[in-house]
């Protein structure tokens, strides 16, 4: 299975998810593979990976190199980079199929894996949609805020064009509700509107959301496995049961 996690909004936990997710899928024992697709490169730094002087993502999209001279081997999980020279793919890429790199590239190795998961950018350009051309579902990250709701919408017309023109069998997973503090009433009242609007556009909203914690935070600054090192935390359980009923759900 081939997952985007998206949203063009930032801020709502997508990078963090992606690297829960896939840790979390990995410890299970599934074979799993993360693409950075976005050139911020913060996924990839989290985890360690190389990104300098190495093929990244940004060669592959270029068709300079194979998937496989640019996947690296780590402890949380295999991972194809990125970094900042990500961010001229967006002119670069003007060409006829421009769309499909991604999936083409894929090809070759996209049965060695159970799940690949791909990190997209807060935007809904040309990368992302190469990332949803070449995926089988997306997960929609967000956060309990009226902005962040009202992004879901504009993403999901995105996924309709995806699906129009490039990829008819694409679908939206769920959406996933991250930093929700259940005591808050605001929260809640945005978790209805959230649960409303994934009924508007047919999708779902997960039973299980993300509670905030710093503790995400310092993993990703310390470079560590949240799973390995913060067992107890809620925001590990939080995780633990969502990946849990992610896969109840396929």
């Known amino acids: 299975?081939?997952?985007?996690?998206?949203?063009?909004?930032?801020?709502?936990?997508?990078?963090?998810?992606?690297?829960?997710?896939a840790s979390n899928l990995k410890k299970k024992g599934y074979k799993a593979l993360v693409i950075d697709m976005d050139p911020q490169g913060n996924l990839s730094e989290s985890v360690n990976a190389n990104q300098i002087e190495v093929p990244t993502i940004y060669e592959l999209l270029k068709q300079e190199v194979t998937a496989n001279e640019t996947i690296q081997k780590l402890d949380f999980f295999d991972i194809i980079p990125s970094?900042?020279?990500?961010?001229?793919?967006?002119q670069e890429l003007s060409f006829t199929g421009k769309e499909y790199r991604l999936k083409e590239s894929l090809e070759n190795i996209k049965s060695l894996y159970?799940?690949?998961?791909i990190d997209t950018?807060?935007?809904?350009?040309?990368?992302t949609i190469n990332a949803f051309t070449a995926?089988?579902?997306?997960?929609?990250?967000?956060?309990?805020g009226i902005f962040a709701v009202n992004g879901i919408e504009q993403l999901n017309n995105t996924i309709n064009n995806v699906k129009k023109y490039c990829n008819k069998d694409l679908k939206i997973n769920g959406i996933l509700i991250t930093r929700f503090?259940?005591?808050v009433n605001i929260n809640k009242s945005i978790k209805t509107l959230t649960e409303q609007l994934a009924n508007h556009i047919g999708s779902k909203?997960?039973?299980?959301?993300?509670?905030?914690?710093?503790?995400?935070?310092?993993?990703?600054?310390?470079?560590?496995?949240?799973?390995?090192?913060?067992k107890s935390a809620t925001v590990t359980e939080d995780y633990n049961s969502f990946v849990k009923e992610f896969l109840n759900k396929l």
């Open 181 to 183: 503090n259940p005591r």
């Open 121 to 127: 950018p807060p935007s809904l350009g040309i990368l």
């Open 205 to 230: 909203v997960y039973n299980t959301y993300i509670r905030n914690s710093v503790i995400i935070e310092e993993s990703q600054a310390n470079k560590i496995n949240l799973f390995d090192n913060y």
């Open 1 to 21: 299975m081939i997952l985007s996690v998206a949203n063009q909004k930032g801020g709502v936990a997508k990078t963090t998810s992606t690297l829960a997710i």
């Open 83 to 90: 970094n900042i020279m990500l961010a001229g793919a967006e």
């Open 114 to 117: 159970d799940y690949i998961i």
């Open 135 to 144: 995926s089988d579902e997306v997960l929609i990250p967000t956060t309990p």
